[in-house]
T-cell receptor
Framework: AQSVTQLGSHVSVSEGALVLLRCNYS??????LFWYVQYPNQGLQLLLK??????LVKGINGFEAEFKKSETSFHLTKPSAHMSDAAEYFC????????????FGKGTSLLVTP | GAGVSQSPRYKVAKRGQDVALRCDPI?????LFWYQQALGQGPEFLTY????????KSGLPSDRFFAERPEGSVSTLKIQRTQQEDSAVYLC??????????????FGPGTRLTVL
C-alpha cells in the first residue's frame, strides 16, 4: 500500500519568505511522487512530479521538491512566496501496482500575508 | 474539447434520490479515474478504467456507487439512494496511456454534490 502524510494542515508565510510544505510517503515499491495545487473552486493542477532520475525536480511557478529516499520525504519549497501562491497544496503518491491511481494527502492550506 | 469536462458542475439531491455524474475525458485518452473529495480533505480514489474495462473499483465506498464507461470514452458515476455522507466534489481525471505505464493525469473541474 502507498500513502502520504502532509505535516501541517495550515501554513502561513509572509510575502517574500521561504515556502516549505512537508510531505512524507510510505511505499513498498519505488514511488512516483507529485505535488498538486488547487485554487478555490478550480480543478487540480500538477505542480511537479518525481518518477525516476534526478531527485531534485523543478515545477511551475518557481516551486521545486527533492525526493529523499533515506527520509521518505518529498518536501515542496519556493524561495520567495507571492500572494498568488495562496492555495491548497496536495502531495500524492502512485505506482504501477495501483494502475497509477493517485493516493493524496489531506492537503496543506498556504496563506501568504503582506 | 481541450480538457476534461464534467457535468453537471453542481448537483443538489434529496436524500434517497439517485444521481448520475458525467465525465468527458480528453479525446484519445485510454485511462480514466474517479476521485471523491470531501470538504477539507484530499481527493480519495474511487475507481479507474482502461478503455471500457473497469480494472479497479476498490475505492467505491458502498454498493450504492456504480461507474461505467461502455464505449471507452465518456464515463458515468452513478450513486443510488444518496446519503448525506455522499456530499463531496467528485473529480474525474484522464491520462493518455494505459495503466501499465505512467502518464500525467489531467483533472476536470469536478461536480459538487450536495445531499440534503
Amino acid at each position: 500500500a502507498q500513502s502520504v502524510t502532509q505535516l501541517g494542515s495550515h501554513v502561513s508565510v509572509s510575502e517574500g519568505a521561504l515556502v516549505l510544505l512537508r510531505c512524507n510517503y510510505s511505499s513498498s515499491v519505488p514511488p512516483y511522487l507529485f505535488w498538486y495545487v488547487q485554487y478555490p473552486n478550480q480543478g487540480l493542477q500538477l505542480l511537479l512530479k518525481y518518477t525516476t532520475g534526478a531527485t531534485l525536480v523543478k515545477g511551475i511557478n518557481g516551486f521545486e521538491a527533492e525526493f529523499k529516499k533515506s527520509e521518505t520525504s518529498f518536501h515542496l519549497t519556493k524561495p520567495s512566496a507571492h500572494m498568488s501562491d495562496a492555495a491548497e497544496y496536495f502531495c500524492a503518491v502512485s505506482g504501477p501496482n495501483s494502475g497509477y491511481a493517485l493516493n493524496f494527502g489531506k492537503g496543506t492550506s498556504l496563506l501568504v500575508t503582506p | 474539447g481541450a480538457g476534461v469536462s464534467q457535468s453537471p458542475r453542481y448537483k443538489v439531491a434529496k436524500r434517497g434520490q439517485d444521481v448520475a455524474l458525467r465525465c468527458d475525458p480528453i479525446s484519445g485518452h485510454v485511462s480514466l479515474f474517479w476521485y471523491q473529495q470531501a470538504l477539507g480533505q484530499g481527493p480519495e480514489f474511487l475507481t479507474y478504467f482502461q478503455n471500457e474495462a473497469q480494472l479497479d473499483k476498490s475505492g467505491l465506498p458502498s454498493d450504492r456507487f456504480f461507474a461505467e464507461r461502455p464505449e471507452g470514452s465518456v464515463s458515468t458515476l452513478k450513486i443510488q439512494r444518496t446519503q448525506q455522507e455522499d456530499s463531496a466534489v467528485y473529480l474525474c481525471a484522464s491520462s493518455l496511456a494505459g495503466t501499465r505505464t505512467y502518464n500525467e493525469q489531467f483533472f476536470g473541474p469536478g461536480t459538487r454534490l450536495t445531499v440534503l
